[in-house]
């Protein structure tokens, strides 16, 4: 239909340019030159034509805007910068982290007693992101921080130290070229819902029918799980509704304050002792979730220290020497001691009496779950392989380790065998993922160049790139309205050629017929 359409319509304009071409022809001797200028004149006016339409409707110069949102997390902090062009701000995946630092040092939590060196410390990574944002830009880009777990806890412990720490960083910000947006302790909900979108809107899931992923972050205080839920949320703290992009999306989201892997070690270790030692004279802690050969000297108080962990009665200052066994099933035995699986008031629970309903789809797992499984080549293996290679892992002498790892911390290397174990507990007994959905999980660090975290997220909600309702775009993207333009010209140059031919052909005919 088409196809004889257009050869209908291309024949009469053959015919019309043939019948012009003609009669110029038969009556003007000088014909030949004026056909030549005639054609020249549309040839020109169409090129003219279509380099106005594309000149028109050429986006703008890419302009890029900037943004800045520290993560102080519970172990240390980190500077990300992020950068988009500015007039597409408001659709998905534009966003994107063009640098990051690593503050030297612990967390700024761990500065409770010198909270005036907390804002400091930020110095070097804060001169590198000035350093990364073109300077007519400054005064625009807008800085967030936002603390987690770590200051929730010293919040806990001690208000007056997190109110001091959060001044100092505060000040310290403030006196960058930058624009300033806020110092704040994020709630868990936040944390867990601002990772969720950032690993969404990163996989442009917001506009795809295939669905969301659901968000699963380990810190070292605390740990987030995040999904849409088709069930019923039973208990309100654990939804959150948002409308982006024109849809609707109703998330489960939980936040356990201690569960984070250094606080989980944390309580499996006094879980451990309390359950051995009744804390007076000498303590020798036989740790199955540490490498044999292993054996630290530590203080009891560095377990203790934490709200997660704090005992009544008198501080706690003997030692105790820490020693591995490396054994994983009885690892794997005392990590489960630490999730309350023994009650439940809702219809189902993930652990300690909290409401999570049934997993559902797929979920990245990003923070300490990638370093650790990363760590460990475990991204790519199924739970009982899993489970095979840790309890190879966890027999390995703490020597043999040392030695093939000399460029590994030791700090993380002694840990692995029970982080390891810890995330494998967490997810199966924890979050109840079983064999089967357990290829769901994607241990992931990055999506393109931006790193998964709740940083990203963040800064999206606080300038409001994400809009509730989809916003309107081109009927063609602009590569597509260029080629368009090309070959419909080049269609309407083709038809005078066809007609330039045609009409010799007549004319010669006609010009012997007058003969
Ligand atoms: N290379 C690594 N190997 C193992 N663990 C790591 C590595 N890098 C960071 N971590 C751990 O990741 C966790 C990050 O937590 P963090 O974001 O600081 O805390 P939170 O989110 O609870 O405030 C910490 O437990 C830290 O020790
Ligand atoms: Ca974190």
Excluded at 280 to 291: A, K, R, S
Excluded at 378 to 401: F, P, V
Excluded at 488 to 508: D, H
Aim: proline residues 3%; charged residues 20%; contains cysteine.
């Amino acid at each position: 239909m088409g196809l004889h359409y257009l050869n209908f319509k291309q024949l009469t304009l053959i015919h019309l340019f043939s019948l012009f071409f003609l009669e110029i022809k038969v009556k003007n001797p000088w014909h030949r030159r004026q056909i030549i200028i005639v054609t020249v004149i549309i040839a020109v006016g169409i090129i003219i034509m279509v380099s106005i339409g594309v000149v028109q409707n050429k986006p703008l110069h890419q302009k890029y805007k900037y943004g800045i949102v520290l993560d102080a997390g519970s172990s240390h902090t980190s500077v990300y910068v992020y950068e988009w062009p500015a007039e597409k701000e408001n659709n998905t995946g534009m966003v994107q982290q063009k640098h990051a630092c690593n503050v030297k040092g612990k967390g700024i939590s761990s500065y409770s007693g010198t909270p005036d060196k907390a804002g400091v410390s930020l110095k070097e990574c804060m001169d590198e992101a000035k350093m990364t944002i073109p300077k007519h830009r400054h005064h625009e880009t807008p800085v967030y921080l936002g603390a987690t777990a770590g200051m929730r806890l010293l919040k806990m412990d001690d208000d007056t130290a997190s109110e001091k720490v959060l001044k100092s960083v505060e000040n310290f910000l403030q006196t960058y070229p930058f624009s300033y947006r806020g110092a704040r302790i994020i709630t868990g909900q936040e944390e867990g819902a601002f990772g969720w979108i950032t690993v969404n809107y990163l996989s442009n899931n917001f506009r795809k029918a295939s669905g969301t992923m659901g968000a699963l972050d380990l810190g070292g205080a605390s740990t987030q799980i995040t999904f849409v839920s088709g069930k019923k949320l039973e208990s309100p703290d654990n939804s959150i509704n948002f409308r982006l992009y024109g849809n609707d999306y109703h998330l489960y989201t939980h936040s356990f304050l201690c569960y984070g892997k250094d606080q989980g070690l944390k309580l499996s270790i006094k879980q451990q002792i309390q359950s051995k030692h009744d804390m007076t004279g000498n303590i020798t802690l036989e740790d199955p979730c540490f490498n044999p050969g292993y054996s630290v000297i530590k203080s009891l108080q560095s377990v203790f220290d934490s709200p997660c962990t704090k005992v009544n009665g008198p501080r706690i200052e003997n030692y105790f020497t820490h020693i591995g066994i490396g054994n994983w099933h009885k690892c794997h035995k005392a990590v489960k001691m630490v999730f309350n699986n023994t009650y439940c008031h809702y219809s189902r629970c993930s652990f300690n009496n909290v409401f999570q309903p049934t997993v559902e789809g797929r979920f990245g797992a990003f923070s300490a779950y990638f370093f650790v499984m990363n760590f460990l080549n475990l991204t790519t293996y199924s739970l009982d392989e899993a489970k095979e290679k840790m309890a190879e892992y966890c027999t390995t002498n703490w020597d043999t380790l040392k030695k093939n790892h000399p460029n590994v911390k030791e700090k993380f290397l002694g840990e692995y065998c029970f982080s390891g174990t810890y995330i494998l507990t967490l997810l199966e007994d924890g979050y109840k993922f079983t064999s089967d959905n357990w290829k769901n999980i994607d241990f992931i660090k990055k999506i393109g160049d931006s790193e998964a975290g709740w940083t990203l997220g963040y800064m999206l909600n606080l300038t409001n790139m994400i809009p509730a309702e989809a916003p309107d775009t081109p009927l063609l993207p602009y590569g597509g309205y260029v080629t368009l333009m090309f070959f419909l010209s080049l269609l309407i140059f083709v038809c005078f050629i066809i007609g330039y031919i045609f009409f010799r052909r007549k004319s010669g005919a006609a010009h012997k017929d007058i003969i």
